[in-house]
Each structure stands twice: as structure tokens, then as C-alpha cells.
């Protein structure tokens, strides 16, 4: 019998140890390595200017794999893309830039064509009254690029103005931001 029991407990933790790996492997995010938008590099060091805030540029591409064209609704060229953070096993808003509030034409990639650009990623200090800044107080951490106001069927007359894309097509691979 004593036997037994042993054999049970030893299963039965087994099967917590199973779960736990299981559920472990849930909390690392998905590194999107197939997504339509891609930086460049998987680690980027942000440094840090006289003034203290943080700086750091990421080169991108988007290749537009949804067979309509992309509209990317902007101010006088300005579509900079917002940093999502992953934390306690859920993207949440990381970063986000400081935008003028102006719209111009939209900027058109068409089906199959690439479109490159580079987001410069400034944050001032943590708490300073200036703007923009990461949400989280220490920066470091697994990010990705997410587009906000990308569209298909652009009809400025007629808000929204078009068909919003779908999350998946307009987010990146992960990537690391390493604070300095």
C-alpha cells in the first residue's frame, strides 16, 4: 500500500509539474517572426541624452501580405507606430509618441509592397513633466510595434474613414529594449 501512495503522490506531482511548464510557456509572448511589420534586430539599447531621457532608433518594415491596399492615416508624413510592453502575460501600452493633430493625404502601400520607415523612440525621464514617456518605470522588457490607424478602403467623407485592419496585420515581431 505504502507503495501505492507513493505512486500516486509521484503522479500526481508529475502532473502539477506538467501544468506548470504548460502554463509557464503561456507567459512568454509569441516572437511573431512571420508579422507584417519587422525591425531590424531583435535587441536594441536605449541610451541616454544629456538631459536624461531616453533614446533609441528602430528601423522597420512592413510588407503588406493583405492583398488590399494599407492606408496609414497621418500628419504631413508623421505614422510612427506605439510600443506595446509584455508584462504579467498580456501586451499592455509600453510608449507612444507625441503626435501634431493635422491629416493629410493618406500614405497608400499596396498589395504585396513593403514600406520601411524608422521609429525614433524618445521618453523623457519617469515622472518629469515632459512628454512622451514609457509607462513602465524601468523600461526593459519584450516589446512589439503596433499601428493604430491603419485601414482599408480609405473614404475620408465617411467616418471611420475605412475598414480598420486587423491586429494581425499591423504588429511586429518581438523584440528586447535593454535599458542603460
Not at 502532473?15 to 503561456?26: D, E
Not at 509569441?30 to 536624461?52: C, F, K, N, W
Not at 506605439?82 to 504579467?88: A, P, Q, V
Not at 490607424?149 to 475620408?156: A, E, G, Q, R, S
Request: hydrophobic share 35%; charged share 15%.
Amino acid at each position: 500500500m505504502t507503495q501505492s501512495i507513493r505512486w500516486s503522490a509521484l503522479c500526481g506531482t508529475l502532473a502539477i509539474a506538467a501544468v506548470m511548464i504548460g502554463c509557464g510557456s503561456a507567459t512568454v509572448p509569441d516572437e511573431h517572426s512571420d508579422a507584417p511589420l519587422q525591425t531590424d534586430r531583435p535587441v536594441y539599447q536605449l541610451q541616454r541624452d544629456i538631459s536624461g531621457s531616453l533614446i533609441v532608433d528602430i528601423p522597420f518594415t512592413y510588407d503588406n501580405g493583405t492583398g488590399k491596399t494599407v492606408y496609414l492615416v497621418n500628419c504631413k508624413g508623421a505614422v510612427p507606430p506605439s510600443l506595446e510592453k509584455w508584462r504579467d502575460g498580456e501586451w499592455v501600452h509600453g510608449w507612444s509618441p507625441v503626435l501634431p493633430q493635422c491629416l493629410s493625404s493618406p500614405i497608400q502601400i499596396a498589395p504585396g509592397a513593403l514600406y520601411e520607415d524608422t521609429l525614433r523612440v524618445y521618453a523623457a525621464r519617469k515622472g518629469s513633466n515632459a512628454a512622451p514617456q514609457f509607462e513602465a518605470a524601468d523600461p526593459t522588457g519584450t516589446y512589439r510595434l503596433v499601428w493604430h490607424v491603419t485601414l482599408h478602403n480609405y473614404d475620408f467623407d465617411n467616418p471611420p474613414a475605412g475598414t480598420p485592419l486587423a491586429l494581425e496585420n499591423r504588429i511586429s515581431n518581438t523584440f528586447q529594449l535593454r535599458a542603460p
